[in-house]
């Protein structure tokens, strides 16, 4: 009977002393990264973040919204780190101080497309010309107006145009590049997409590419790390190994590879480390 009491205060020791020797479970390392429906929409997304988890050991909360909300997220701290594509937008945001470094990661371009019958007639056009041909011709022209870089550069585009869209033939979806194309689509209407979320999405649309090209049709997107002085929750570490990934070499290949099986075609060309005036900006 004592052997057996002692061999039980024997395992009974022995578990505390394993309790006090052993430290609390490391808990796994969170960052929120704030960017826009098209990184999401066209599977880029899902092809680069589990390779970034793998190797930094970071988990990332994806919020994809318009880029004008992803700056919003970041200038109220609640992203940690931005991939947007507002040029304009970004630059005024960084100025105000409470974003690091913003830095270039790559690009697409946009294009106008719409039903093939084309009643506007734009098919060849310049994207000016396009514009105009389409509020002249009332022709209906869905767009995201959602402030999102997609927006901003439908925006730039009237008024390049010297045009004021209005009228029941203008319509607004609020929503993503995804649901603006497929509103597009039961319309017969025109919409301006990046070209890679209309691409992964071409064969569920009625819609073609009718005006592509332009100089000025460029997308292009950045890579912006928040710091502390957009609130005490940014976790700049991980918006920092983000950045610090989504620029180096092994992540640009992936960039550069990304829909080439599927369409033939690279859906972004990677940028990181180019000189940003030879793009056209």
């Not at 080439?260 to 180019?274: C, I, N, S, V």
């Amino acid at each position: 009977m004592r052997t057996r009491i002692l061999v039980v205060l024997a395992a009974v020791v022995t578990a505390l002393l394993a309790g006090c020797g052993s430290t609390p479970a490391e808990q796994p390392k969170s960052l929120i990264l704030a960017t826009t429906t098209s990184t999401q929409d066209s599977g880029l997304l899902d092809e680069l973040l589990p390779v970034f988890t793998r190797e930094s050991g970071w988990q990332v909360k994806t919020v994809a919204v318009g880029s004008g909300q992803a700056i919003e997220l970041g200038r109220r701290g609640e992203a940690d780190v931005l991939l947007v594509h507002s040029p304009a937008a970004e630059e005024k945001f960084v100025a105000e101080g409470s974003a690091g470094p913003r830095r270039l990661v790559m690009h697409n371009d946009f294009v106008l497309i719409g039903p093939k019958a084309d009643p506007a007639g734009i098919r060849g056009t310049s994207s000016a010309e396009a514009m105009k041909k389409i509020a002249g011709e009332q022709a209906v022209f869905v767009s995201r107006g959602d402030e999102s870089g997609t927006h901003s550069k439908e925006k730039d585009l009237w008024s390049r145009a010297g045009v004021t869209p209005g009228g029941s033939w203008y319509q607004s979806t609020g929503q993503g590049m995804g649901e603006t194309l497929r509103v597009a689509s039961e319309k017969a209407g025109y919409t301006l997409s990046d070209r890679a979320t209309y691409l992964t999405q071409r064969d569920t649309l009625q819609l073609e590419v009718l005006s592509e090209g332009d100089p000025g049709l460029l997308n292009v997107y950045h890579v912006i790390e928040m710091t502390k002085k957009a609130g005490d929750r940014v976790q700049t570490d991980g918006a920092k190994a983000f950045a610090d990934w989504i620029v180096a070499a092994p992540a640009q290949r992936l960039i550069g590879e990304f829909g080439r099986a599927t369409f033939g075609q690279p859906l972004f060309t990677p940028d990181a480390g180019k000189d940003e005036t030879k793009l056209g900006l």
